[in-house]
């Protein structure tokens, strides 16, 4: 079966950092693009960041400078560092896989960012 375990998030006061985790299992993790997605309050879910299996990096505009997506394809792992978090950020935070046919879901962190 396959699984996405996203992990890190938590409470956390505007300015601070927050590093989220998301561990695959059952898949080929180095062949898959993987993202950060996130649902905002009164907001549909948004692609915050992404990197292909080749490694190349995108991002929303609203997180560019702040945020850096990386990944350790020898633990299956994808990293989202949040750094000069704001309110604003507060949301659900989701794992992505995308290969070709196949696209995954991790069941979701939540972020809190407030004084």
């Known amino acids: 079966q396959v699984q996405l375990v996203e992990s890190g998030g938590g409470l956390v006061q505007p300015g601070g950092s927050l590093r989220l985790s998301c561990a695959a299992s059952?898949?080929?993790?180095?062949?898959?693009?993987m993202g950060w997605y996130r649902r905002r309050p009164g907001k549909q879910r948004a692609l915050v960041a992404r990197?292909?299996?080749?490694?190349?990096?995108d991002y929303a505009d609203s997180v560019k400078g702040r945020f850096t997506i990386s990944r350790d394809n020898a633990k299956n792992t994808v990293y989202l560092q949040m750094n000069s978090l704001k309110p604003e950020d507060t949301a659900v935070y989701f794992c992505?896989?995308?290969?070709?046919?196949?696209?995954?879901w991790g069941q979701g962190t939540q972020v809190t960012v407030s004084s």
């Open positions: 990197i292909t299996f080749g490694t190349a990096t």
């Open positions: 059952g898949i080929m993790f180095s062949t898959y693009d």
């Open positions: 992505n896989a995308d290969h070709l046919f196949h696209n995954y």
